[in-house]
T-cell receptor, first 111, second 111 residues
Framework: DAGITQSPRHKVTETGTPVTLRCHQT?????MYWYRQDPGHGLRLIHY???????DKGEVSDGYSVSRSKTEDFLLTLESATSSQTSVYFC??????????FGQGTRLTVV | QKEVEQNSGPLSVPEGAIASLNCTYS??????FFWYRQYSGKSPELIMF????GDKEDGRFTAQLNKASQYVSLLIRDSQPSDSATYLC???????????FGGGTRVLVKP
């Protein structure tokens, strides 16, 4: 299995607080992605990165920001968490023009 | 129109039968196509990828791609109860950067 780890695995936070989720990969993959998964919506792309400091928005980027200062780390920040951001978040990474490998997921609950 | 569309199912098939899953995509410049399987509570895992028009077989799985019709499908032959899962279609854009998923098709294989 590709070495992709997400932290934390579970988090409960209060509305209005900032939250950062971390994705770490040891595969030297160029591409990294953040998705959220909600019942009835499949995997929706939040942000993605195609290199260090190269990021772009996905289909559901409002309220989220990302940073990638090193190849191995891709951080997702919820600026001010809302209940609508309660979800399971998946990070994925992959080399050029091939498939992406997924981390274990982070279950985030905003109360 | 969503970028990648799938029938949500559930698709119920008897054990030993063929399960046929379909996916359509909107970006005519898309070059890479993937099928993932996701068991409940788990991360998505890659089943197959296909880049060229036609069929690609891997064991009991066959992926079919028709770029002119913007259509990709997955056939599961000799379906087993262990194939019961959600199957996700994913498409990479023409630049090879963004990986977009459909909503997934839930498959139930009944003994």
């Amino acid at each position: 299995d590709a070495g992709i780890t997400q932290s934390p695995r579970h988090k409960v936070t209060e509305t209005g607080t900032p939250v950062t989720l971390r994705c770490h990969q040891t595969e030297n993959h160029r591409y990294m992605y953040w998705y959220r998964q909600d019942p009835g919506h499949g995997l929706r792309l939040i942000h993605y990165s195609y290199g260090v400091k190269d990021t772009d928005k996905g289909e559901v980027s409002d309220g989220y920001s990302v940073s990638r200062s090193k190849t191995e780390d891709f951080l997702l920040t919820l600026e001010s968490a809302t209940s609508s951001q309660t979800s399971v978040y998946f990070c994925a990474s992959g080399p050029l023009n091939t498939e992406a490998f997924f981390g274990q997921g982070t279950r985030l609950t905003v109360v | 129109q969503k970028e990648v569309e799938q029938n949500s199912g559930p698709l119920s098939v008897p054990e030993g039968a063929i399960a046929s899953l379909n996916c359509t995509y909107s970006d005519r410049g898309s070059q890479s196509f993937f099928w993932y399987r996701q068991y409940s509570g788990k991360s998505p895992e890659l089943i197959m990828f296909i880049y060229s028009n036609g069929d690609k077989e891997d064991g009991r799985f066959t992926a079919q791609l028709n770029k002119a019709s913007q259509y990709v499908s997955l056939l599961i032959r000799d379906s087993q109860p262990s194939d019961s899962a959600t199957y996700l279609c994913a498409v990479k854009d023409g630049a090879g950067n963004k990986l977009t998923f459909g909503g997934g098709t839930r498959v139930l294989v009944k003994p």
